[in-house]
């Protein structure tokens, strides 16, 4: 039997993240372990986490990415599948992860989001432009789909291998667009456009807001491409496709002459 951990950081959201949690309630496929990790909270977004039933996990840094990591560290799952504390999963949304997942060869499946909160016009550049943007040019960076932070799920052991390579100490890098560069050519990321998870308009409420969220891609690929350069990684990913199909064409069974 598959197990699914739903890890969600949070930061003094606790109503957002009652929301979260009674969505995660009605799921069709339930989640085996819900894991909320406290960055700080001083609202009693904690409270709110054990009443729904989650476990409470307190972060010793700060920032999303050491907060996700010490979800993703704690989880017992085989899937871990993350949220952010603004997220409104759907009725079917883990069982649609579960399904995915059961193609062993794929490593994560993410989706996007749908906006909510904001005026239509910001709903919609939030997804078109940003959204868009992101998956479209940091996909063509990496050479496959980046994951999206608040909608997204990738096995245990592949978080086993890549745990110590990502950022988690460095508050100031997107958490999910770091992950996205560690994880290894041969792993596989799936994106399903039906995957998806409504999502706070917050950072779209001002400038300043929107430029805090583009500083923060900036270092993360910053960081990443001093390791290794996007033309690279980019041609990791063709070689590892090539060795996919070979192995894939070796498998085919002959067809008699």
Known sequence: MT??????PVLDDAPMLRVCLAALATQSRPADEIIVVDNGSVDGSAEVARRA????????????PAATAT????????????LDADSVPPMDW??????AL?????TAITGPG???GGSSI???IGRRVYLGGYFHLVGWALGRPPLFGSNYAIRRRA???VRGSVHRDQADVHDDLDLSYQLTADMRVDFDPALVVEVSARPFASMGAIAHRLHLAYTTILVNERRRSSWRRRADQRAALRTREESAAEQRPAIPR
């Open 53 to 64: 039933g989650a476990l409470v996990v307190r972060s010793t840094a700060a920032g999303i």
């Open 114 to 116: 749908r906006f909510y």
């Open 94 to 99: 883990i069982e649609r992860i579960e399904a």
């Open 3 to 8: 197990l699914i951990s739903v890890v969600i």
């Open 102 to 106: 059961e193609d062993p060869e794929l």
């Open 71 to 82: 979800g993703f560290d704690e989880a017992s799952g085989d899937i871990l599948a993350r």
């Open 159 to 161: 978080w086993a291998i």
């Open 122 to 124: 910001g709903n919609w």
